[in-house]
C-alpha cells in the first residue's frame, strides 16, 4: 500500500484567503482523488487529477474555486479559494494502487472564520 | 452508481460479534462490493471486498446474499478500535481507474 503524506494537518484562515493543500505519495500513482468531507457528513468527491491533463471535476465543484494541480506522478494540490466560513471542512486526497489498493491522507481539517 | 442503504448507527460491546447490514438492491451484476471504515480523525482504510462468495481476511468476514442484493460485514469480536464509520461500496471491475463513492455509512459503537 502506499503512504500518504498530507500538508498541513489543519489550519484555520480567514475568509476571503486561499489555502493550499499539498498531498505527497510515495510511489508514482496515475490518479490522485480529491475529497471534502464536512462536519459530521460522509466524503465527497471533488475531483479526479491525472497526471498531465486538467482534473476532472464532479457535478457542484468548479475549478476556480477548488484549482488543483498535479505536476508530477508523486505530488498534487488542491487549493481552496476565496475561502467563506461553508467551506469549513476536511479535505482528503487518495489514490488507487489495485482494484482494492485505495490509500487515503489523514486530511486537512480547515476551519474558516 | 448503485445505492447503498446501511443503518445510521450500530452498537455493540466489546468481544462481541458485529454484523453490519448494507442494502444495494440495484447493484450492477459485475460490481464488488467493497467496505471501508473510517476511524475517527483519520481517512477511510480498506476492510474487505466480495463479488458472489463469502470472503474472509484477517480484519473481517463478508457475506453476501445469494441475489446480492444485500451483504454484511462481520467482526468477529468487536474491539474498542473497531469504533468507525463503516462503508460499502460498490465498484465495478474493470480496468479503468474507478472513484469511490461514500454513502452515508454506518457508526459503530463499541462499548467496554
Known amino acids: 500500500s502506499a503512504v500518504i503524506s498530507q500538508k498541513p494537518s489543519r489550519d484555520i484562515c480567514q475568509r476571503g484567503t486561499s489555502l493550499t493543500i499539498q498531498c505527497q505519495v510515495d510511489?508514482?500513482?496515475?490518479?490522485m482523488f480529491w475529497y471534502r468531507q464536512q462536519p459530521g457528513q460522509s466524503l465527497t468527491l471533488i475531483a479526479t487529477a491525472n497526471q498531465g491533463s486538467e482534473a476532472t471535476y464532479e457535478s457542484g465543484f468548479v475549478i476556480d474555486k477548488f484549482p488543483i494541480s498535479r505536476p508530477n506522478l508523486t505530488f498534487s494540490t488542491l487549493t481552496v479559494s476565496n475561502m467563506s466560513p461553508e467551506d469549513s471542512s476536511i479535505y482528503l486526497c487518495?489514490?488507487?494502487?489495485?482494484?482494492?489498493?485505495?490509500?487515503f491522507g489523514s486530511g486537512t481539517r480547515l476551519t474558516v472564520v | 452508481d448503485a445505492k447503498t442503504t446501511q443503518p445510521n448507527s450500530m452498537e455493540s460491546n466489546e468481544e462481541e460479534p458485529v454484523h453490519l447490514p448494507c442494502n444495494h438492491s440495484t447493484i450492477s451484476g459485475t460490481d464488488y462490493i467493497h467496505w471501508y471504515r473510517q476511524l475517527p480523525s483519520q481517512g477511510p482504510e480498506y476492510v474487505i471486498h466480495?463479488?458472489?462468495s463469502n470472503v474472509n481476511n484477517r480484519m473481517a468476514s463478508l457475506a453476501i446474499a445469494e441475489d446480492r442484493k444485500s451483504s454484511t460485514l462481520i467482526l468477529h469480536r468487536a474491539t474498542l478500535r473497531d469504533a468507525a464509520v463503516y462503508y460499502c461500496?460498490?465498484?465495478?471491475?474493470?480496468?479503468?481507474?474507478?472513484?469511490?463513492?461514500f454513502g452515508t455509512g454506518t457508526r459503530l459503537l463499541v462499548s467496554p
Open positions: 461500496i460498490p465498484l465495478a471491475m474493470n480496468t479503468g481507474f474507478q472513484k469511490l463513492v
Open positions: 487518495s489514490v488507487q494502487l489495485s482494484f482494492y489498493g485505495y490509500t
Open positions: 466480495g463479488l458472489t
Open positions: 510511489s508514482q500513482v496515475t490518479m
